[in-house]
Antibody, heavy 121, light 110 residues
Framework: QVQLQESGPGLVKPSQTLSLTCTFS??????????WTWVRQYPGRGLEWIGY???????YYNPSLKGRVTISLGTSENQFSLEVSSVTADDTAVYYC?????????????WGQGTLVTVSS | QSALTQPASVSGSPGQSITISCTGT?????????VSWYQHHPGKAPKLLIN???NRPSGVSDRFSGSKSGNTASLTISGLQAEDEADYFC??????????FGGGTKLTVL
């Protein structure tokens, strides 16, 4: 069974960079079947897809985040990371890491429990 | 990309069936058979219930079923049980190769 867990600071000051790490078990980041993905959920429920990193290091991001996002492979085979720069209160959300299956049947098949990040001075 | 539209809440009694809708556009739900449904108990990891509109992953109860007509996908839960009380949300791949999600529906089992 695949399990993912987000970790990182729960409080970030405005204009600083939010940094989170996802550590997972039950698989390898070098598995070509998956995109390693970040999603966030705003207070009030709405979910937003942030983007993904592939095992080759290639990435794809939500255009709405306007270049503030970097998703990267971790230093070990079971980690990947998220950075969001120049954060504002609008970046306050629960952040989820997830595994997105790129081959049929396509879907995000496993998620972490999520971690709340609050942007406040 | 705009979010997919779901009702904020639905309710039903044990043993009944309920249906949750998820409405998008031709650029997402209507254009691709890549709609998924998730069950989310707050504080836990979301659980995949349905992928590719109507496919149930191994281990998911057959009380959960999915369908699609035009730009609207639907999740039906039959034989409601108390443990089904949770949030449910849909997702769809889009023509720009991104993912878009529904706003979520809170299911109350009366």
């Amino acid at each position: 069974q695949v399990q993912l867990q987000e970790s990182g600071p729960g409080l970030v000051k405005p204009s600083q960079t939010l940094s989170l790490t996802c550590t997972f078990s039950g698989g390898s980041i070098r598995d070509s079947s998956y995109y390693w993905t970040w999603v966030r959920q705003y207070p009030g429920r709405g979910l937003e897809w942030i983007g993904y990193v592939y095992y080759t290091g290639s990435t794809y991001y939500n255009p709405s985040l306007k270049g503030r996002v970097t998703i990267s492979l971790g230093t070990s085979e079971n980690q990947f990371s998220l950075e969001v720069s120049s954060v504002t209160a609008d970046d306050t959300a629960v952040y989820y890491c997830a595994r997105d299956k790129r081959v049929k049947p396509k879907a995000i098949d496993f998620w972490g429990q999520g971690t709340l990040v609050t942007v406040s001075s | 990309q705009s979010a997919l539209t779901q009702p904020a809440s639905v309710s039903g009694s044990p043993g009944q069936s309920i249906t949750i809708s998820c409405t998008g556009t031709n650029s997402d739900v209507g254009g691709y058979n890549y709609v998924s449904w998730y069950q989310h108990h707050p504080g836990k990891a979301p659980k995949l219930l349905i992928n590719e509109v109507n496919n149930r992953p191994s281990g998911v109860s057959d009380r959960f079923s999915g369908s699609k007509s035009g730009n609207t996908a639907s999740l039906t839960i039959s034989g409601l049980q108390a443990e089904d009380e949770a949030d449910y949300f849909c997702s769809s791949y889009t023509r720009t190769s991104t993912l878009v999600f529904g706003g979520g529906t809170k299911l109350t089992v009366l």
